[in-house]
């Protein structure tokens, strides 16, 4: 049973700080990671993907993934109360089945 | 990117009978999926949806039950048939493009 495992949170920062969320897999089979972020009532959004080993950048977003760890994190810079959502982790695609985690509630304090 | 239109966005409908999801997408895409999302859990995955060929069921879910058409590359529906008050969640359709999965606004569905 593929997993992909988050913190559900809430997670809580003020505004302005770095929040800091996090997810872990279980297949390292797995070659594509997902971001999505998703407010209340909506549908899941895609903040950002990534693929390599490392970090990869995108305004004040920063996706960070550890292959050898099956470690996956967003940093989200100068944090907003308009990011308060559930951010929800995936890996797989392609060819591969998308597994969903269970999402981290992030609550940003103004 | 794509950019998917599902309707209907929501609906109440009485134990028994059944409801039809629709979803559309701008582009032509080979892969869209069904999923359906609990308050406070995560994306379960339904079934993928290809083009020309059969839907393939996840664990739990049976074609009586949801069954899905897939007429082309753009467009797929999902029924949810003889309805229960534990059908009543959110359904998701979504659509890849280029590795990645974006997703209609969803259908919530309230079951009496």
């Known amino acids: 049973q593929k997993e992909v495992e988050q913190n559900s949170g809430p997670l809580s920062v003020p505004e302005g700080a770095i929040a800091s969320l996090n997810c872990t897999y279980s297949?390292?089979?797995?070659?594509?990671f997902f971001w999505y972020r998703q407010y209340s009532g909506k549908s899941p959004e895609l903040i950002m993907f990534?693929?390599?080993?490392g970090d990869k950048e995108d305004g004040r977003f920063t996706a960070q993934l550890n292959k050898a760890s099956q470690y996956v994190s967003l940093l989200i810079r100068d944090s907003q109360p308009s990011d308060s959502a559930t951010y929800l982790c995936?890996?797989?695609?392609?060819?591969?089945?998308?597994?969903f985690g269970i999402g981290t509630k992030l609550q940003v304090i103004p | 990117s794509a950019v998917i239109s599902q309707k209907p966005s929501r609906d109440i409908c009485q134990r028994g009978t059944s409801l039809t999801i629709q979803c559309q997408v701008d582009?032509?895409?080979?892969?869209m999926f069904w999923y359906r999302q609990q308050p406070g859990q995560s994306l379960t995955l339904i079934a993928t949806?290809?083009?020309?060929?059969?839907?393939?069921?996840e664990s739990g879910f049976v074609i009586d039950k949801f069954p899905i058409s897939r007429p082309n590359l753009t467009f797929s529906t999902l029924t949810v048939s003889n309805m229960s008050p534990e059908d009543s969640s959110i359904y998701l359709c979504?659509?890849?493009?280029?590795?990645?999965?974006?997703f209609g606004a969803g259908t919530r569905l309230s079951v009496l």
């Open positions: 297949d390292r089979g797995s070659q594509s």
């Open positions: 582009s032509q895409v080979t892969m």
């Open positions: 949806a290809n083009q020309g060929s059969e839907a393939t069921y």
């Open positions: 990534i693929y390599s080993n």
């Open positions: 995936a890996a797989g695609g392609g060819y591969q089945k998308v597994t």
């Open positions: 979504s659509a890849e493009v280029k590795n990645i999965q974006y």
